[in-house]
């Protein structure tokens, strides 16, 4: 084997070892999920998202996914509430937050003046076993094989899939808002995106037991 078949064959073994993980995620989503959908489509305040690290890193996408397709999100950093900016948490809220491990100081912290503050939390975690899930009101999991992380330590393998996890989220609330691609574009008139013309045949819409959306401030 030549050095650049070697090199090559590290590559494809890495982006292998992730859409393995993410394969194996669409086996493992249950009614855990649906429970998330309906507490965020029921959620009359904000949808505030947040992690640390490169957890930290999936809430602020996620956030933006969810703002793109009519969830209006925040992305906050756990370690900041605890300065101070925690205030802007309401008992209208609800609080999304993100912890492959579920044991970090500041997001615990963050999870239990959440809850003081009268928000309803969720965790994204790797058990509902883990510290953060046993505060939470309610908590997911997503998990991955230990190969789908470099060196089983890196979280690469498990950043892929609680952002595919976050983006199967997007979808279903947006069918289960009626959100259309005609509001989609108002919120995004730049770039190439904006200037697209033909517009997709907007998303079938989606019951979910639970979720009622209020069209004054869910959009």
Partial sequence: MSVDDEILAVARERLNAEARAVLALAGTI??????????ILACRGKLFIGGSGTSGTVARRMAHILSVTGTPSIAFSPMDSLHGSSGAITEADLVFLISNGGASDEVIQAARISRQRGARVIALTRSHETPLAGIA??????????????????????????????????????????????????????????????????PAPLLIPGGSVDNGAGR
């Fill in 30 to 39: 249950d009614g855990s999920f649906i429970k998330a959908a309906s507490m």
């Fill in 137 to 202: 009101d309610h908590s997911v999991v997503v998990a991955v094989d230990s190969r789908a992380d470099l060196g089983g330590i890196i979280a690469t393998g498990i950043t892929i899939a609680q952002s595919a996890w976050g983006d199967a989220l997007a979808e279903v609330l947006m069918r289960g808002r009626g959100y259309t691609w005609r509001e989609f574009m108002s919120t995004h008139p730049a770039g190439a995106v904006g200037q697209l013309e033909d517009l997709p045949q907007d």
